[in-house]
């Protein structure tokens, strides 16, 4: 039996005008990621990222101290949703800068109303596929992990949209389960799916093992 490794990418740079790198908290919780696997002997064979830059860079933070890593297969299907685009199909006006807490928790309440309304078929942000093409890349994707790579290690970089997705479908709970997952995951966190021939299994969810020790609390990011 096989298992898939879903890391979520490091804490990117929210409320930046450029969200897509990683903060210098992101690449250490990569960096220790990579770190926390080469202590405990952690082989891949197969590696799939999807084409974003905080894809990149996590996948980079790992591989410093996993330099045998298999070349990365980078898939599309692994990209993050517009949340720009979703929030615009609900609310067209500006919005203010997110660089409170409280103006966080307000941008996440409006991306979870509109990823419901995605989801739903009721909005269709510009730029984005709908929902169900979303969710079949999603799909299209686990089904080649499991039929190529059931005996194998799996190493995938992705972000929390397609990994709720990932985990949803596997588990076989809505789309609408799908968005509290989502908001769930943490930066760095590792989600396993143990892989046979026939099918998949949810094995552990949104784990941190790597950001353990005593002071690392400052290390544990949601966004």
């Not at 908290?25 to 990222?49: K, M, P």
């Not at 799908?178 to 094995?203: D, T, W």
Request: with cysteine; charged share 20%.
């Amino acid at each position: 039996m096989g298992v898939v490794y879903l890391v979520r990418h490091g804490q990117a740079s929210l409320g930046a005008a450029d969200y897509d790198r990683l903060a210098e908290r992101g690449q250490v919780q990569a960096q220790r990621l990579g770190a926390y696997w080469q202590a405990r002997g952690r082989c891949f064979d197969a590696v799939y990222t999807g084409t974003l830059q905080r894809h990149a860079q996590t996948l980079a933070g790992i591989v410093a101290a996993l330099p045998d890593l298999p070349p990365a297969c980078v898939r599309p299907e692994l990209d993050e949703y517009d949340s720009a685009a979703l929030i615009r199909a609900i609310h067209p006006g500006p919005l203010a800068r997110v660089d409170t807490p409280e103006r966080a928790r307000a941008h996440f309440r409006l991306l979870c109303d509109a990823l419901a309304q995605w989801m739903a078929g009721t909005i269709s942000p510009e730029g984005m596929p709908d929902w169900d093409d979303f969710a079949s890349g999603v799909r299209t994707l686990l089904d080649e992990v499991r039929r190529t790579h059931a005996d194998g290690q799996v190493l995938v970089v992705s972000s929390g949209g397609p990994i709720a997705t990932a985990v949803a479908q596997v588990l076989g709970v809505t789309p609408e389960v799908g968005i509290a997952l989502n908001m769930r995951l943490r930066n760095s966190s590792v989600s396993e799916l143990s892989v046979s021939p026939r099918r998949m299994m949810l094995q552990t969810f949104n784990t941190l093992a790597h950001l353990s020790a005593p002071g690392d609390e400052a290390l544990v990011t949601y966004a």
